[in-house]
């Protein structure tokens, strides 16, 4: 996001999300957010909230609306760690930038996230008429902070959810909704109900858990007990045997633990036709591959619109998308939702995405004037690569 100011376009805000999509869900990941801190240069009038927010907001409810599909569930989820700086090198040193703690950036997150959920989401679909049809979907939030119990954490969400009995109920606190999102078979291992993103302390944690995969199961000491072939946990953790006790692990990784709170927080937007037909079978629906005894191959997007599959990162059937950033790109398949209206104005192949990321982290955002040659960096970089 950037605002005029003399001759120039001076960036203000950035976020990069990743889009996730298979047969049964859509994945929304906010990977990274942040701000140079020369917001002052609109001169706003002097006590007006600051628009970041705002803009974040309507971004993501763009993204949730665009991507929703009638029939599939679809989730907006981010980890908010507070740091100094995360896509604007160098932009900490301007004393304009208002740098929160780890306390009101897990607030800001859900004071961005409440506006979606109070909208919800609606969106309009082809009837064979060629008339359209409605769709509505029902939202719900879900915050843990490790380390914090259940009142704790629902201090974090806004005054306004706290003191209303009916908007509180769409939020739940010290809960997450992986085991709903995941397999509906209770034997399918944990590690399969937990995405795996970059950057992500979850992710970190699985790839270490999954290291004891490859340790042989404990032999038994005597014939009364089960053979070994039966003693053996296909797929499944020694030292964690649910969710719950993985979340209470996190609380002691020195991600969380560190002196600083950080938050994990969904947004779940569900057709109000799933609700209807929730004792159907998905004819779509597949469910997990058989976990094997040596962990899976971690799949790490770089691109926001590189798809795989985050609920179950060992699966065959990912639908990958097109190299070609041609307007000719497919808007459907059975595991790939890409419409037009959620593409926005320019399209880049992975390498040309991946070379413009890897820039904007060399920039220098220090100053104004050292910003403006930044951006003019990036822009003639963007412009090059068509």
């Known amino acids: 996001v950037s605002i005029p100011h003399n001759s120039h376009q001076i960036q203000i805000l950035a976020l990069e999300t990743l889009v996730y999509t298979t047969s049964t869900l859509t994945t929304i990941f906010v990977a990274k957010a942040d701000s140079t801190g020369y917001l002052h240069l609109l001169n706003l009038p002097q006590g007006t909230p600051s628009p970041l927010k705002t803009i974040s907001s309507i971004f993501l409810s763009h993204l949730v609306t665009t991507r929703q599909r009638k029939d599939r569930q679809l989730v907006l989820s981010l980890f908010a760690r507070a740091q100094d700086q995360y896509l604007f090198p160098g932009s900490v040193e301007n004393p304009r930038k208002h740098v929160l703690d780890d306390r009101g950036l897990v607030k800001w997150w859900c004071r961005v996230l409440d506006p979606i959920l109070q909208a919800g989401t609606t969106w309009f679909s082809p009837k064979p008429d060629n008339s359209e049809r409605k769709n509505t979907s029902t939202p719900k939030a879900y915050l843990r902070v490790p380390g914090c119990d259940i009142h704790e954490t629902r ?15 769409q939020w739940h606190a010290s809960a997450d909704p992986l085991r709903d999102l995941g397999s509906k078979n209770p034997t399918d291992p944990e590690r399969c109900l937990i995405p795996r993103f970059p950057d992500d302390p979850k992710s970190r944690f699985v790839d270490e858990l999954d290291e004891e995969l490859t340790e042989p199961p404990p032999l038994p000491t005597s014939k009364s007990q089960e053979s070994p072939s039966k003693g053996k946990r296909p797929g499944k953790w020694r030292s964690v045997g649910s969710l719950e006790e993985f979340w209470e692990l996190m609380a002691f990784r020195q991600e969380c633990s560190s002196g600083r709170l950080v938050g994990f927080l969904w947004g779940v937007f569900t057709p109000t036709s799933l609700h209807q037909h929730q004792h159907q079978v998905d004819p779509t629906h597949s469910r997990p591959a058989s976990p094997s005894a040596s962990p899976s191959k971690k799949q790490k997007p770089t691109q926001s619109t590189n ?12 639908q990958h998308p097109p190299q070609s950033p041609s307007s000719s790109l497919p808007t459907k398949t059975k595991s790939f939702y890409h419409p037009p209206t959620s593409r926005g104005t320019v399209i880049l192949p992975q390498k040309h995405y991946d070379r413009a990321l890897k820039l904007l982290l060399h920039l220098d955002y220090a100053t104004l004037d050292v910003a403006i040659e930044s951006i003019q960096s990036y822009k003639v970089l963007l412009k090059a690569q068509g």
């Open 155 to 169: 201090s974090f969400f806004p005054p306004h959810i706290r003191l209303s009995p009916a908007l509180s109920s």
């Open 307 to 318: 798809l795989s599959d985050p609920q179950t990162p060992n699966q065959n059937h990912q």
